[in-house]
């Protein structure tokens, strides 16, 4: 093979810290049948609504950064974000989504247009090919705590999402998600969306806030998360988050 040759096939392969073509996964028709799916479901076991979906951006591509409570969480919020953007909506997820969660995982990352990302080694790769598929007008759905909730309460937050904001140049939009613990925390092998106490399907309500701009935090990821963070717990207070965790 002629030197022209080898280095051809050299400039063809992915570098360190690039993603195969693959992500974000492809939803297709199957991915979109599911999520109607998975949302005919969630209304069978749960009331569900939104509340400010004033602040969802019209035009722009934006960064999307949710407490983690459910594995449904992803598809409750590109239910409310507006039809126009479903298509371009993609989130970030675990990478042992695809191998250790079987038809289910690799189903969730066709519904959710997913791109794998190593929460337990460098995220790097990940986070480069968001920031690519965010600069080209998608939508990116980030749980800046890494995992679901095991007590129903908000986590450490990294900076992931913030991230993806300030490199990418776009708002980023925190949404609160009230009552999917109760509904489906990781420690239930299926949905239990009856509550007992008040004999009623449970409420599950997504609280989207206001856009964070970059430029409010010097462009500093860290201060970012840090205004995200305070939201999110202040979000936990008005919402009494610890005392119906209680009941």
């Known amino acids: 093979m002629s030197t022209d040759e080898n280095e051809k096939v050299k400039s063809t392969k992915p570098t360190q ?3 195969p073509d693959k992500y974000p996964t492809k939803r297709g028709f199957y991915g979109t049948l599911w999520f109607y799916l998975g949302m005919l479901i969630t209304r069978f076991y749960v009331h569900i609504h939104a509340e400010g979906k004033e602040n969802i951006p019209k035009d722009s591509p934006y960064v999307i950064a949710a407490n983690h409570q459910t594995f449904a969480d992803g598809l409750w919020i590109s239910n409310f974000i507006p039809r126009k953007q479903f298509k371009n909506f ?3 997820a675990a990478s042992d989504l695809e191998t250790d969660y079987g038809a289910m995982g690799r189903l969730m990352m066709k519904v959710g247009r997913g791109i794998a990302v190593d929460r337990y ?3 790097v790769r990940g986070l480069i090919k968001a920031k690519k598929v965010v600069e080209k007008g998608n939508i990116m759905l980030v749980h800046p705590e890494g995992t679901r909730t095991h007590d ?3 986590a450490e937050m990294k900076d992931g999402a913030a991230y993806l904001a300030v490199k990418a ?3 980023m ?4 998600i009230e009552g999917g613990y109760q509904a489906w925390s990781r420690h239930m092998k299926r949905p239990n969306g009856w509550d007992k106490v008040n004999h009623c399907r449970r409420r599950i309500i997504l609280h989207f806030g206001k856009p964070l701009l970059a430029a409010d935090y010097e462009n500093n990821a860290h201060k970012m ?4 963070s305070a939201w999110m717990h202040d979000m936990e207070e008005k919402t009494g988050a610890a005392d119906k965790l209680k009941n």
């Open 17 to 19: 810290n690039e993603m």
């Open 90 to 92: 993609a989130c970030l």
């Open 121 to 123: 080694g460098n995220p």
């Open 152 to 154: 129903g309460m908000v």
């Open 169 to 171: 140049n776009v708002p």
């Open 173 to 176: 939009v925190p949404v609160y």
């Open 225 to 228: 998360t840090e205004a995200l």
